[in-house]
């Protein structure tokens, strides 16, 4: 079952926050992100393991609520380098195969 | 560390025509996928090798496509005979176990193959 993201897209203005929010109907082991720019692969941004941990790098960071199947990625103080499209992958046990969203289109503008 | 190599980056083929993709994963790293991503789309998985037997090839179409990947190593993706809706990117990624707090396996993805079909 494919997790539902939201919003599908935001622009924003640099320095602003965004919240990315990943949902599944089923339970979770995981939740990969990922972030892909126009043209290039997906590249690794984080991974959060069932135990409802946080995690988080620079100003990117992520939460994972395993009771509502959910995770949201956090951006703040947006750089225009962040613009991109964020997937989020789920996983229903360890080392199980990634299922990815339909992908959050982010517009960093100047 | 060298990142995942996969050619060619682009294809161009007439429907019925073969195409074969090929992908080197990162040195180690048990795990091979190929996913396809259509325009808009998140990647979908066709198959995963772990050294070289296949973990899962549920999504993979296999009356056209087929994959190997022998002596555990690079693999082969193929398309034959190739559909207007297989024209996509196809992606290939590679992980290793990462075991600590809870065993992870994060997917470093080569740069793609962008195949057209017309």
């Known amino acids: 079952q494919q997790p539902v993201q939201s919003p599908q897209a935001v622009i924003l203005r640099e320095g602003e926050d965004a919240v990315i929010n990943c949902s599944s109907s089923?339970?979770?082991?995981?939740v990969h992100w990922y972030r892909q720019k126009h043209g290039e692969a997906p590249v690794f941004l984080m991974i959060?393991?069932?135990?409802?941990e946080q995690k988080g790098h620079d100003k990117i960071s992520a939460s994972f609520n395993e009771k509502k199947q959910q995770s949201s990625l956090y951006l703040t103080a947006s750089q225009l380098s962040y613009s991109g499209t964020y997937f989020c992958?789920?996983?229903?046990?360890?080392?199980?195969?990634?299922?990815f969203g339909q992908g959050t289109e982010l517009s960093v503008k100047p | 560390e060298a990142g995942v190599a996969q050619s060619p980056r682009y294809k161009i083929i007439e429907k019925r025509q073969s195409v074969a993709f090929w992908c080197n994963p990162i040195?180690?790293?048990?795990?091979l996928y190929w996913y396809q991503q259509i325009l808009g789309q998140g990647p979908k998985l066709l198959i995963q090798?772990?050294?070289?037997?296949?973990?899962?090839d549920s999504q993979l179409p296999k009356d056209r496509f087929s994959a190997e990947r022998l002596k555990g190593v690079d693999s082969t993706l193929k398309i034959q005979p190739a559909k207007l809706e297989d024209s996509a990117v196809y992606l290939c990624?590679?992980?290793?176990?990462?075991?600590?707090?809870?065993?992870?396996?994060?997917?470093?993805f080569g740069p793609g193959t962008r195949l057209t079909v017309t």
């Open positions: 990624a590679s992980s290793s176990i990462k075991k600590g707090q809870g065993t992870s396996y994060e997917q470093y």
């Open positions: 089923k339970a979770l082991y995981s």
């Open positions: 959060l393991l069932k135990g409802g």
């Open positions: 992958g789920t996983a229903g046990n360890q080392g199980g195969k990634l299922i």
């Open positions: 040195s180690g790293h048990a795990t």
């Open positions: 090798f772990q050294n070289n037997g296949v973990v899962d």
